[in-house]
């Protein structure tokens, strides 16, 4: 699925549901930095849409309890069953060597 959005656009909608979690959690920004060990500044540019280090986003998530956030941005790759299909059949039996002696 393709989202219309830009990157922009999708930057500013998760700084939107960071600041969202953060209030609910009764955080300020400061505290959030803090707790996280990262600049203020990051915490406001994550929160701005702005963009911030990927070790200040995972500290944060971290802090807020949602690092599970992360796991959908890389899902564990699977095969599918047509790849599988059109996968070459692996090997049964290793060739003669040229000059054997078991010929």
């Keep these: 699925m393709q989202s219309s959005k830009t990157a922009e656009e999708m930057e500013v909608a998760f700084g939107q549901q960071l600041r969202e979690l953060r209030l609910r959690r009764n955080l300020d920004q400061r505290l959030l930095a803090e707790q996280a060990g990262v600049a203020l500044n990051a915490v406001k540019n994550l929160e701005n849409g702005r963009g911030a280090t990927l070790t200040s ?7 807020l309890e949602r690092a599970d956030w992360l796991d959908t941005l890389a899902p564990t790759v699977g095969i599918s069953p047509m790849q599988m299909l059109k996968a070459k059949q692996p090997r049964q039996r290793a060739s003669k060597s040229k000059g054997s002696a078991d010929a």
């Design 57 to 63: 986003l995972v500290k944060v998530l971290r802090t």
